[in-house]
């Protein structure tokens, strides 16, 4: 009987758990309810390519592959929304919180290779905006901010010296930028949702511990939430100190002189607090190998600052 009553909840296509069809759904007034309820729905609502049928022995066959998964929350959209080819592969998923597009949207190739790539908050285009050809290969690239194309635009000087601002730490607590006075700064815009920022993460921690002898401090920036950076951070085990914030770390950005950017962006400054200059896109090890060496140079007296700001902004 047991195992009958397994085979009918399958057969009708409701798991046991709290998993409907779509079509058992019914919005109202912007709030999704199951077909007459009249409580919010909370849950996941699927819907299937093909049907479930039953063998002469009563076995499950030609099990069919999930055409599209959301999941909700009090009537809203609240989690992944998935949908699927015929095979069971992935084409397009998006995420939502309380009802916003809010984290990544991304969209895949018949091959399964990445297409599309872009990031919302609240409901808003924000970010970085990726596009791949079916061999995996970067093949385009955007920044928006508040759903609006942008791109990075330096103005004609940057500012002269670290400017003041104040942002929220992995611990929770306000930190200055300045709070390590008396060290050169590598300021490292980044966010979890773009990938050349994750990539160029180890290189930062292998840069800092190979340097921790001399005062040279990296600082991350995540443009980005709190908790997602946080969670990513237990994974991760940062040895340099990480700020955080979304609009308040873009105007961090426009405090040195940069209306905006494309992630992931460097800033880079002197031991006594002066901006060398900027740098946009992945950092590679020649990069920070060049930095370390207009440093030693800056400190013996080898060069000037207007000298390595040339060169910075020359290499860079």
Known sequence: MKKLLTILCLVLLVSCSNEVPLDKLVVRQGITYEINST???TGQSVRYWKSVKLSK????????????????RNGKLDGPWEDFNED???NYRENYKDGELD???????????????????????EGLWEEFDTNGNLT?????????????????????????????NLAGESQSIKSWPGH????????TWCTPCIREIPLLKEFQETNNDKPIQVVGIAVDRFEPVKNFAKNMTFNYPVLIGQSEAMDAANAFGVDFYGLPFSVF????GSVLG??????????????????????????????????????M
């Open 88 to 90: 069971g592969q992935l």
């Open 184 to 191: 050169a700064l590598i300021i490292n815009f980044w966010a």
């Open 140 to 168: 385009k690239t955007e920044m928006y901010r508040n759903e609006e194309l942008d791109g990075l635009q330096v103005r004609s000087e940057l500012v002269a010296n670290l400017p003041e601002f104040t942002l929220t």
């Open 278 to 315: 900027v740098h946009t896109g992945e950092l590679k090890s020649g990069d920070l190998d060049e930095v370390l060496n207009l440093l030693n140079n800056l400190e013996s007296g080898a060069t000037d600052l207007r000298t390595a700001k040339a060169i910075l902004t020359e290499k």
């Open 269 to 272: 400054t002197d031991t006594n």
């Open 103 to 125: 984290g990544l949207q991304e969209s895949f190739h018949d091959n399964g290779q990445l297409e599309t790539r872009g990031n919302f908050i609240d409901g808003k285009q």
């Open 39 to 41: 409580k919010p729905f």
């Open 57 to 72: 022995d009563n076995e499950l066959v030609g099990v069919e592959n999930i055409r599209e998964r959301v999941s909700y």
